[in-house]
């Protein structure tokens, strides 16, 4: 067991330092993400008075262009370099590469969300750093992560890996965008919101399904 977590902090810090010593996602992610929030703000007759259903939908399409971006450039990255050929090789349980390529990729995308939050509150003068967001942050960067993982693995050995991946990533992403869309809402208009309970259960357990499912299915398409 302890054995299996060393290999999978090996894997992490293995993406982590290739981003540190290249900073190709970072500098890709990082002014986009600010832009996109920045052009919303521009174009806003009023950045203070904001409705929250406005607010939230440029939340959090800001982090799925910049989520999507960043994605790209992860998975090309590693076909592009022939790096993942020798990762796959590796004596370990694919589900290893799966768990420490997802988690690099929720570092990321935790990252991008983190300046996006802090860009809205800024530019728009409102809180959106209150436990309610950041837990549907939370909840939605883990869906995210396994689903951009798997069908970015998929997707990078493809000529047209960008088309591809939107095409298949954001339709399953639908459930979890629903629901962190409307906690969103809800903290900025300052109430909880309706159903929390529900939407929470539901959420959590799309995330759990999805987790078994693709962990089960990532070694298949490596022997593919």
């Not at 960067?141 to 396994?146: E, H, Q, V």
């Not at 992403?173 to 629901?179: E, G």
């Not at 539901?202 to 089960?216: H, R």
Request: aromatic residues 14%; negative net charge; charged residues 10%.
């Amino acid at each position: 067991m302890i054995r299996w977590l060393q290999i999978l902090y090996t894997l992490i810090v293995k993406d982590l330092g290739i981003e540190i010593k290249s900073k190709e996602i970072f500098i890709t992610i990082i002014p986009f993400a600010i832009l996109v929030v920045t052009t919303f703000a521009v174009t806003s007759n009023s950045t203070s008075q904001i409705p929250e259903d406005i607010g939230a939908a440029i939340i959090w399409t800001s982090v799925l262009f910049s989520g999507s971006l960043a994605m790209i450039k992860f998975f090309s990255s590693e076909f592009d370099n022939q790096t993942m050929s020798g990762i796959i090789l590796m004596p370990v349980p694919k589900e290893l590469i799966f768990f420490g390529k997802s988690i690099s990729f929720f570092i990321f995308l935790t990252i991008s969300e983190l300046i996006i939050l802090g860009a809205f509150s800024i530019l728009f003068n409102s809180n959106a750093f209150s436990w309610l967001i950041l837990l549907g942050a939370l909840i939605f960067n883990f869906g995210f992560s396994f689903i951009g993982t798997f069908f970015g693995t998929i997707a990078a050995r493809s000529n047209s890996r960008e088309s591809l991946l939107a095409l298949l990533v954001i339709p399953l992403l639908i459930p979890i965008i629903m629901f962190v869309v409307e906690i969103t809402k809800a903290s900025l208009s300052g109430f909880s919101p309706p159903n929390l309970s529900t939407w929470l259960g539901i959420s959590i357990c799309y995330d759990i399904i999805f987790l078994v499912l693709l962990t089960f299915l990532f070694g298949k398409i490596l022997e593919e």
